[in-house]
T-cell receptor, first 113, second 116 residues
Framework: SQQGEEDPQALSIQEGENATMNCSYK?????LQWYRQNSGRGLVHLIL?????REKHSGRLRVTLDTSKKSSSLLITASRAADTASYFC?????????????FGKGTLLTVNP | EAGVAQSPRYKIIEKRQSVAFWCNPISGHATLYWYQQILGQGPKLLIQFQNNGVVDDSQLPKDRFSAERLKGVDSTLKIQPAKLEDSAVYLC??????????????FGSGTRLTVV
């Protein structure tokens, strides 16, 4: 089953604009992560935010987490054509020593030059 | 550090044939995962290993899929016999340990399987 659901399913913007993607999930989590996948390639880990954190930054990425609403957002500022990819949120909702991620269906971001 | 290695990169087989995928995780990573990603969807966990033991295989179709991780390092995922709906990208990932949740997974480039 897929824990996270990204919104929108697809997003098309111009280079230099900001891109915002949202993720909603259903159960309590230990952390939430965002991954990028270029066409036909594996997933690349972007950023991890723990359940007791509200905001995190990494370069042009900003992630927020609202555990009361069970939602997260990923903001990419000053987008570039190279940011064109699918973006997935993944939640770690497992207990104990079983570290297991459940992925959403992803948002396809297209950045037009 | 070297990444997660997977082979082959692409595979085309006829339905009812068998196929095997290979994965070599990052050195020292105790946990290894196999995910199935159907076109247009997110990855779905098939099986999780901790060293050479299975932690979770609840979503593995055991009548046709099997996996092993010999000596807690390399892993092989096999499908026998394949069905058309098995067409997907098979992703291998590894993580440091089940107790170290502060780091993300490292994924391989995947094997794209087409069943015709």
């Amino acid at each position: 089953s897929q824990q996270g659901e990204e919104d929108p399913q697809a997003l098309s913007i111009q280079e230099g604009e900001n891109a915002t993607m949202n993720c909603s999930y259903k159960t309590s989590i230990n952390n939430l992560q965002w991954y990028r996948q270029n066409s036909g390639r594996g997933l690349v880990h972007l950023i991890l935010i723990r359940s007791n954190e509200r905001e995190k930054h990494s370069g042009r990425l900003r992630v927020t987490l609202d555990t009361s609403k069970k939602s997260s957002s990923l903001l990419i500022t000053a987008s570039r054509a190279a940011d064109t990819a699918s973006y997935f949120c993944a939640t770690d909702a497992s207990g104990g020593s079983n570290y297991k991620l459940t992925f959403g269906k992803g948002t396809l971001l297209t950045v037009n030059p | 550090e070297a990444g997660v290695a997977q082979s082959p990169r692409y595979k085309i087989i006829e339905k009812r044939q068998s196929v095997a995928f290979w994965c070599n995780p990052i050195s020292g990573h105790a946990t290894l995962y196999w995910y199935q990603q159907i076109l247009g969807q997110g990855p779905k966990l098939l099986i999780q290993f901790q060293n050479n033991g299975v932690v979770d295989d609840s979503q593995l179709p055991k009548d046709r899929f099997s996996a092993e991780r010999l000596k807690g390092v390399d892993s092989t995922l096999k499908i026998q016999p394949a069905k058309l709906e098995d067409s997907a990208v098979y992703l291998c990932a590894s993580s440091r340990s089940p107790w170290d949740r502060g780091y993300g997974y490292t994924f391989g480039s995947g094997t794209r399987l087409t069943v015709v």
